[in-house]
T-cell receptor
Framework: DTAVSQTPKYLVTQMGNDKSIKCEQN?????MYWYKQDSKKFLKIMFS???????INETVPNRFSPKSPDKAHLNLHINSLELGDSAVYFC???????????????FGPGTRLTVL | GQNIDQPTEMTATEGAIVQINCTYQ??????LFWYQQHAGEAPTFLSY??LDGLEEKGRFSSFLSRSKGYSYLLLKELQMKDSASYLC??????????WGAGTKLIIKP
């Protein structure tokens, strides 16, 4: 009965490969997010998405693309992986759109990506 | 640019009180969040402030001064399980969360 789940938990791959990380939430939330947490522990928003709108952080390379087959899933696809992509990637969800001020986010357990 | 500042690391003693400060400079303000993140785990929500003043929730309290761009998280009766990173995040004028790097809190017996 995990609220926000991600797979895989660990991902080790070679530079240049394409990989996907899956995220599912069973909370009935409207909005989902992808974050990158680097070695310095900064959490950086990559995408936020609800059934109406995808908001992309302009600093995210277009090698990263979110794919949402339905409201409960937001997968992250990464093309041509680079060494600098190594980080922990967190999926999160919230019950309402970002414009609602108190909009608590529930995080998945994270996926530790290592690019060799 | 947008900036959230927190101390990198703090140490406190079990049973004591600790205050973790956060200062911010953002384009607009739509509330400030505190999250707790244990090592190797996901962040979990602790508190939210949008008006000036103190919000108390059990052993944890959070304070906000919008005019000073300042918040603190106060943890009382510290327990060993409180050892974690504490992340300050501000929702800006675009309703996006801007995150600080977190404060690693070490609790000693």
């Amino acid at each position: 009965d995990t609220a926000v789940s991600q797979t895989p938990k660990y991902l080790v791959t070679q530079m240049g490969n394409d990989k996907s990380i899956k995220c599912e939430q069973n909370l009935g939330h409207d909005t989902m997010y992808w974050y990158k947490q680097d070695s310095k522990k900064f959490l950086k928003i990559m995408f936020s998405y609800n059934n109406k709108e995808l908001i992309i952080n302009e600093t995210v390379p277009n090698r990263f693309s979110p794919k949402s087959p339905d409201k409960a899933h937001l997968n992250l696809h990464i093309n041509s992986l680079e060494l600098g992509d190594s980080a922990v990637y967190f999926c999160a969800s919230s019950p309402r759109t970002s414009e609602i001020l108190l909009n608590e986010q529930f995080f998945g357990p994270g996926t530790r990506l290592t690019v060799l | 640019g947008q900036n959230i500042d927190q101390p990198t690391e703090m140490t406190a003693t079990e049973g004591a009180i600790v205050q973790i400060n956060c200062t911010y400079q953002t384009s607009g303000f739509n509330g400030l969040f505190w999250y707790q993140q244990h090592a190797g785990e996901a962040p979990t929500f602790l508190s939210y402030n949008v008006l000036d003043g103190l919000e108390e929730k059990g052993r944890f309290s959070s304070f906000l001064s919008r005019s000073k761009g300042y918040s603190y998280l106060l943890l009382k009766e510290l327990q060993m399980k409180d050892s974690a990173s504490y992340l300050c995040a501000v929702k800006d004028s675009n309703y996006q969360l801007i995150w600080g790097a977190g404060t690693k809190l070490i609790i000693k017996p």
